[in-house]
């Protein structure tokens, strides 16, 4: 316990400097104590940086036509059992307006398969109606394309793109990722970064294969490339995907220190309390012991680090549809002016609020590239 504190001391006061080996330290603190402490701390450091709001996202899933063919994801092109649907430009923009008359949602999130199949002016335009009628930020998550494409999107307004490299272990990317590359997936970070995007990244965890060391590169990853937000959801073995039988090897507690050590390495970045967390929650008995008060396992995340929740907003007939993984379709409920409320009440459970605005990065200007500000100083600066 104790060198497990010093090393926690050691991550807030030099991030810069933890090795692997210590990270992966630091993701299996020594008992539950230990574990506590972790989440505190990073629960804190969260609050310093972001502060104890809740940053409420509506995320638009609007095609789920996907080019690629990932091993886990139930959108994966060899999936045929799947029926597939593309929103219109004019479905996408009203499917905003309409939760928008509901929540004055900050930011919406529109998000895809690889979908090559809408003309890139069709894309602008949705972006820009949706900012025209709700002044709302705009992420995009599309996979990847090419520098044009993410520069139109950008100059119609787009700011935030959300591209989790999934995992950074090479060989595992190779498996479960065939028809793309990690270089080529990293190439398209690099690329929106230099547009000037505000970045969102991140990985699965608990994919076959994939070992302690292997999360603790992916989090010294993200600490390197300074993301302004980090998504750390657990795998959901979807059936019609050739992982239908593969092990689950996260939980919710697992899950809850993978985020807390991501706080500490990306002090700034917004983190989201995934859904596939609380997908997961929703049948491990361990933490509903715990935390009896809590409904969602993703309340938890937000008290261990996390500091942004999504909702899904699109439109119900869809829902099923864009299955990623099972019980995600249900996980908010059909009805917008319902999750809304329902996100309400858990966060007053919590004793925090939504955050009013749209939730830019604490940390401006984003990137790595911003050498001016050393990382430790940002919080006084901005
Ligand atoms: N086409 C976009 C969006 C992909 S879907 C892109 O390539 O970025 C959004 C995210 O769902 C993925 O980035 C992946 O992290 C997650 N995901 C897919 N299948 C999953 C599974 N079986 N379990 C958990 N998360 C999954």
Redesign the pocket.
Known sequence: MKAYTALLNKAIANSEGLSTSEVMALLTPPGLVAARRLWQTAHLLRLNATGKCVHLRAIIEFSNY?R?D?L????RRSNNRVTRYRMTPEAIVEAAIEAHAVHKFGTFVL????DPGYELKNLKWAVQEIKLATNAAITL????RSCGVYRALWEAGAGRF???F?TSCGQIFRKLKPTTTLEQRLGCLGTLRSLDYQVGSGI?LGLPGQDLESVANDLLLCRDEDYEMVSI??????PDTPLSSANIATNVCSTLTTIAVARLLVPYAHMPATT?LGVIGQNDKWWKSKAPQLQDARSLALMAGANVLMLDVTPAKYRTSYS??PGKAGADGDVITDSVWQAKKDLSTLGMTICPGRGDSPKQPWGRGNTDVKREDRMHVY
């Open positions: 996907c690629q990932c886990y994801c139930g959108l998000q895809s398969g690889e998550s599309i996979g990847e959300l591209l989790k999934e699965i959801g657990p795998f959901i073995p979807h596939a990623i993984y």
